[in-house]
């Protein structure tokens, strides 16, 4: 690794995290971790290993390419694919054992066709549209058609029903949900009842994991905050497993006048230090961040200056006289006695965490720690 630019990922702490909210639902209650978009950006095949040697039994992908390659890295939990089955792709989901969602008739009697010419029974869950507008069956008219459909098909077999709940981590002041949330879940009831009662339900993503026992039903979804980051608040101890690092590869002094970047967005105010760091937004590194975020150098924080260009990113070290060039400099993480999260980076270009973890490109290499 020629450039000092990579991803550290603890799997003790994504462990940990599972453990927590494991702890915090009843035993019967089944937890499926959210492993989709390589598992957030931490490493989709790392992280199912880890978890399926603490005897998770239960994985979510969004799409059949990733429940394949999960398959053929020796994955044997149920995997369920959250999108919407597809035509193309149910030879393949239904060879590689993945559950698919389903929420129509017509899609229903073509996995149950392909199904029976491979002799197969095909595994699916039925998903219901309760106000997301996404994908789902939205009224009692559809779902009975699909409880029909499901009737009728010998080789397909209804192993789950679940909804996904849109405004779920805008808490009210008291930190319990909100009336959107809880008009969702009154559909959902309502919709659920169209179906066999011992179907499986689930419900709860991580921040109704967190604030609502009412919406646990047989399973809960651990999204994000398997990865450390609650959307929710919680006295819960979890622990942001993933740390971005890279290094100084120059420092020169300006003058008071001069400009820094494309599109000189930035003016020294006055004779400046200025370190140039080996990360850019085609690390994934948000550009939006420009003039507005900060970097950790020796445990003190350095403002970005002007443009965060492809490759590179400047930052003010004026402060911090010991840095040089080789220094290692923190992006997402801990240095010293202070921290920058994912959250934090997120704010300053005005988007999530989850688009920040996710978004670290795959040039950036990852280093597994606690394996």
Not at 72 to 77: A, L, M, N
Not at 227 to 248: C, K, M, N, Q
């Amino acid at each position: 690794m020629f450039r000092h630019n990579y991803v550290t990922v603890d799997l003790d702490a994504i462990r940990h995290n599972y453990l927590v909210l494991r702890q915090q639902v009843p035993p019967h209650v089944r937890v499926m971790p959210v492993i989709k978009a390589d598992a957030y950006g931490h490493g989709m095949c790392e992280v199912a290993h880890t978890l399926e040697k603490e005897g998770v039994g239960d994985f979510a992908v969004a799409l059949v390419e990733e429940g394949v390659k999960l398959r053929q890295e020796g994955i044997t939990s149920r995997i369920l694919v959250l999108g919407a089955a597809m035509k193309d792709a149910i030879p393949q989901a239904i060879e590689n054992d993945l559950t698919q969602t389903v929420f129509s008739a017509d899609m229903i009697a073509l996995i149950d066709q392909k199904a029976e010419q491979v002799g197969k029974i095909a595994d699916v869950h039925i998903k219901l549209d309760t106000g997301m507008n996404r994908i789902g069956l939205r009224s009692v008219e559809e779902a009975q058609a699909v409880a029909d459909a499901l009737a009728g098909a010998k080789h397909v077999r209804a192993t789950g029903i679940y909804t996904h709940l849109a405004s779920a981590d805008e808490t009210l002041p008291d930190g319990s949900m909100n009336d959107f949330t809880r008009k969702q879940l009154e559909c959902f009831t309502q919709l659920k009842n169209c179906f066999d009662a011992s179907i499986p339900a689930h419900v709860a993503n991580s921040a109704m994991s967190l604030q609502a026992p009412e919406a646990y039903f047989s399973m809960i979804r651990e999204g994000i905050s398997l990865y450390g980051y609650p959307p929710v608040h919680t006295d819960l101890a979890f622990r942001p497993a993933l740390s971005w690092r890279s290094e100084i590869v120059h420092i020169k002094t300006i003058s008071k006048g001069d400009t820094i970047g494309y599109g000189r967005t930035y003016t020294a105010g006055q004779d400046m230090r200025i370190a140039t760091v080996a990360v850019g937004y085609g690390d994934g590194y948000h550009r939006a961040g420009s003039n507005r975020g900060q970097m950790l150098v020796r445990g003190t924080r350095a403002n970005i200056v002007g443009r965060i260009c492809m490759d590179q990113t400047m930052i003010d070290i004026s402060h911090i006289p010991d840095a040089q060039v080789g220094d290692e400099v923190v992006l997402i993480g801990s240095q010293g006695s202070d921290s920058i999260s994912a959250e934090e980076v997120a704010m300053w270009a005005d988007t999530i965490s989850y688009e920040v973890l996710l978004g670290i490109t795959s040039r950036v290499p990852r280093i597994y720690v606690n394996a």
